[in-house]
């Protein structure tokens, strides 16, 4: 272990681990019913599964014992209470931890340590590297899309709460702690009914505002302090993205209007950040030739906000014209005298203009298809036959399409979308261009998918010679990953997608999406299928001199794209384009990684240097020589069939349905969004979504998304005699190296004793037997490709973090599967027993708790 990580896990011990023993202690005053003898109880439970795990006890027999040993409860409905009571506790316990972590994090984190910017600015000048940086910071940024995937079971109130307690138990305040912890108690930790699209915006623009503003702010004003010349106001390093509000792929509840009142509140809530900033400037500008302008501008602003009719009164330009005009006057006037207060605003500016954060539309391509059909039946526009037309037909016809749709002949999702092209139009008007420029395609399977949306744009009054709308494809599944590349070369070789590229700077955005691609082809497969797609499609778009910017569709887990995200960046290689980094910050992510101000800070400025290091400083370390891609290709294969013969084993659907708690996902209210892009009751791995089906496994503490196959590919190119290729593969590859650290993070949180009573179960035992087999043989080739004696041992701060998350939840995940267990009792007798409703709440609750301790579980 090096010094750092040595000093950070003392920290860690010092600062979150016995302040949670003290802390704890608090909870017996909380508002609870009987809470004394809740805590207690509950300890004494946590014991009884610790204990009965290890004698291979089922959770139903760790819980009947628990309360045969330590209660005097016999009455069904009065065991449920207690359980409940516990559930409440535990998601108490999880949130002072998190408080705890937030509050440690500037002590346990080394903010100029490697990675950060200033380990980027001593390595620019030990290497004499500034004119290189200065060229690379032209056309480089990261932009963070914060997306309303449903993975934050903390409401808003909770949320502000741990910002709260963080700050208090930082300046170690034991007073406000106890007063908040009580807070806590009477706060409700579930929403009654589901949030909507409007809802679930306004959660993530309180980030924008309390976070990523402050943050940006430090990290612009930091590379513009030691490298004056090297940020371009054009290219302001750092841009966020925005889907609540404009992601309708599968949510029938975000309409036009919701897309248009997020659209205004992000405007209003940037204009009052800056209000916000320009009074609190004015307490230090007082002085002669300046207090005017400050006072102008804030007047202008507030009148922007809260005087009807000045809506569009005041426009970027004039913000940084006057903060221009104040800096002069202060350095040729006032010896520069708060200088740096004003250029931290303009550095804002330069950032999040008057539209905060891009506001991003998605569609399903199935969508696209109907609404062409639906226009070429109603309208004189297309073809009548349009719908019996061949591709290359439909292709050579929306090409040359004109005219304008009629919504009005339109009804439902239809009518939406059409007027959905018209509105980005009124966007660009009030929050500018970068308000809303991106429109992207889900299940995007070939370039008629692409030509639909251009097509679509022209048939809602938009002109081809102005259209300035960057038509981003989401490619997903393992086949459309492969097909991406033919689907790019055709599009970039007709000559209207030429002109259309040429407006956009010969820039073109490709999504590729981790979720669904882990859910189709397995862990290694679906990482190996986007690294290869990256790679060829980099080739391509050099070959037709285009600029290719991926945009990666990452979640919180390693089984979704997640883990140590910013070793992935660093470890692409030459071949692969690094113009930008893109990437969605979902849920979960955004409360653990981007949740308080330095630990955005320290994230942002993680991927700052990978995306500029790489360039700058180990151009070629990443790019993988052909005996390594062609190795790497060989485990994914195997990985994949292990994978596909887990994925058909004739139990996997009914496993998941009745021993996981996946049917209730969609109960837990915290999602506009369904669960499942169809109305059928059945299970269906095609319709079922990424999130609810890693958040399942997660939940079952299986986890199979993050390692299946990987075990059995190793084993396979060890009997092969390969092994010792794979080890030197594991130790020059950073990128092979990250995949399998975050596969040993996917494992860290796996535990099978919570399930192990299945292993003879005549329904499921042959399949958890599978699974089981599979996560033992994964671990021992992983700990043998390390040389260490347990998983992340590279990473003691977090392994220990993920200990104590998961030894304070053991309680819940067991109360969860006892339930689960009541549950199919009851079904299996057909009968109509009330409780079989107290017990489906009973595990809706327990998964709060659960994936909240994760804090990247799904």
Same mark, same amino acid.
Request: no cysteine.
């Given at each position: 272990m090096d010094h750092q990580s040595s000093f950070g896990l003392q920290q860690f011990k010092n600062q979150v681990a016995i302040k949670f023993q003290l802390y704890n202690s608090l909870f017996t005053s909380l508002p609870f019913h009987r809470i004394e003898k809740t805590g207690i109880l509950l300890s004494l439970l946590l014991t009884n599964c610790e204990e009965g795990y290890k004698k291979k006890l089922s959770p139903e027999a760790i819980i009947e014992d628990f309360f045969n040993r330590h209660t005097s409860y016999r009455n069904e409905q009065e065991k449920v209470d207690l359980l409940f009571r516990f559930v409440q506790y535990v998601e108490r316990q999880v949130v002072l931890f998190d408080a705890l972590e937030d509050a440690a994090f500037r002590l346990v984190n080394d903010m100029n340590g490697i990675g950060s910017l200033k380990h980027l600015e001593n390595e620019v000048i030990q290497e004499s590297k500034y004119k290189q940086l200065e060229e690379r910071l032209k056309e480089f940024a990261v932009r963070l899309v914060l997306t309303a995937h449903p993975t934050q079971f903390y409401p808003g109130s909770v949320l502000g709460i741990i910002n709260d307690l963080s700050r208090a138990l930082a300046e170690n305040n034991t007073a406000q702690v106890n007063m908040y912890l009580q807070q806590l108690g009477k706060t409700p930790f579930l929403n009654k009914v589901k949030p909507t699209p409007y809802d679930e915006a306004i959660s993530l623009i309180w980030y924008l505002e309390n976070v990523f503003y402050v943050a940006a702010g430090r990290i612009l004003s930091f590379l513009k302090n030691q490298f004056p010349q090297a940020v371009d106001d054009k290219n302001p390093v750092i841009h966020m993205g925005f889907w609540p509000g404009g992601d309708r792929d599968g949510n029938p509840f975000v309409t036009v209007d919701t897309t248009m009142k997020v659209a205004d509140i992000l405007r209003g809530g940037i204009i009052k950040c800056y209000y916000l900033d320009v009074r609190r400037i004015?307490?230090?500008?007082?002085?002669?030739?300046?207090?005017?302008?400050?006072?102008? @501008?804030?007047?202008?602003?507030?009148?922007?906000?809260?005087?009807?009719?000045?809506?569009?009164?005041?426009? /970027? =330009?004039? #913000? +940084?014209?006057?903060?221009?005009?104040?800096?002069?006057?202060?350095?040729?006037?006032?010896?520069?005298?708060?200088?740096?207060?004003?250029?931290?605003?303009?550095?804002?500016?330069?950032?999040?203009?008057?539209?905060?954060?891009? @506001?991003?539309?998605?569609?399903?391509?199935?969508?696209?298809?109907?609404?062409?059909?639906?226009?070429?039946? /109603? =309208?004189? #526009? +297309?073809?009548k036959n349009y719908k019996q037309l061949s591709v290359e037909e439909k292709i050579k016809c929306l090409i040359e399409v004109d005219g304008v749709a009629n919504p009005d002949l339109y009804e439902g999702v239809l009518k939406d979308s059409l007027l959905t092209f018209k509105a980005i139009q009124q966007i660009q008007e009030y929050n500018g261009v970068q308000g809303c420029n991106r429109y992207i395609i889900s299940h995007c399977t070939n370039e008629l998918n692409m030509l639909e949306v251009y097509a679509l744009f022209v048939l809602s009054g938009w002109k081809r010679d102005s259209l300035n709308i960057n038509i981003v494809p989401l490619f997903e599944t393992i086949d459309d990953l492969k097909a991406a590349g033919d689907v790019m070369r055709t599009l970039y070789e007709e000559e209207f997608y030429k002109k259309h590229l040429k407006r956009l700077a010969n820039s073109q955005t490709i999504m590729l999406g981790f979720s669904d691609g882990t859910k189709d082809g397995g862990y290694l497969m679906a990482n190996w299928a986007i690294f290869k797609a990256k790679k060829e499609l980099t080739k391509i778009s050099k070959e037709h001199g285009v600029d290719v910017v991926f945009f990666d569709g990452r979640g919180g887990p390693p089984a979704r794209g997640g883990g140590k995200t910013h070793r992935f960046y660093a470890s692409m290689g030459s071949d692969i384009s690094n113009k930008e980094i893109q990437l969605t910050i979902q849920g979960q992510t955004v409360s653990s990684n981007f949740g308080t101000v330095d630990s955005a800070q320290f994230n942002i400025e993680q991927l700052i240097h990978a995306g500029v290091s790489t360039e700058l400083f180990q151009e070629k370390e990443g790019t993988l020589d052909p005996n390594e891609e062609e190795l790497i290709q060989e485990l994914s294969e195997i990985g994949l069939n292990s994978y596909n013969q887990l994925k058909n084993h004739p139990e996997f659907l009914n496993y998941l349905s009745h021993i996981s708690p996946l049917r209730f996902y969609s109960e837990t209210n915290i999602a506009s969004r369904p669960s499942k892009r169809s109305a059928s009751s059945r299970i269906n791995l095609n319709d079922l979504r990424a999130i609810p089906f890693v958040g399942a496994w997660s939940q079952l503490k299986q986890n199979i998304s993050g390692y299946f196959g990987v075990g059995a590919a190793l084993e396979h190119l060890d009997k092969k005699g390969k092994f010792p290729q794979v080890k030197q593969l594991y130790t020059n590859s950073l990128f092979f190296k990250t995949l399998m650290d975050n596969c040993e993070m996917a494992m860290k949180k796996c535990y099978f004793p919570l399930t192990e009573y299945l292993a003879a179960d005549p329904q499921y035992g042959e399949l958890w037997r599978m699974l089981f087999s599979e996560f033992e043989l994964t671990r021992r080739y992983l700990l043998q490709l390390s040389g260490k004696t347990e998983l992340m041992a590279d990473y003691p701060v977090e392994s220990l973090s993920i200990h104590m998350r998961e030894r304070i939840v053991l309680p819940l995940t067991t109360i969860q599967q006892y339930a689960m267990k009541k549950i199919r009792t009851i079904e299996e007798q057909m009968g109509k027993d009330p409780m079989k409703e107290v017990y489906e709440k009973l595990v809706v609750r327990s998964a709060f708790g659960i994936v909240n301790a994760g804090r990247n579980s799904v």
């Open positions: 004015k307490r230090r500008l007082t002085f002669k030739g300046v207090e005017t302008l400050v006072a102008d @501008l804030e007047k202008e602003l507030y009148n922007n906000i809260f005087i009807p009719g000045h809506r569009t009164a005041i426009t /970027k =330009e004039y #913000i +940084l014209s006057v903060l221009n005009q104040i800096k002069d006057i202060l350095i040729f006037q006032h010896n520069g005298l708060f200088q740096h207060l004003v250029e931290n605003l303009i550095n804002k500016v330069h950032v999040f203009g008057l539209h905060f954060t891009t @506001l991003d539309i998605r569609q399903d391509s199935s969508v696209h298809g109907q609404l062409l059909e639906a226009i070429a039946e /109603k =309208e004189n #526009i +297309l073809p």
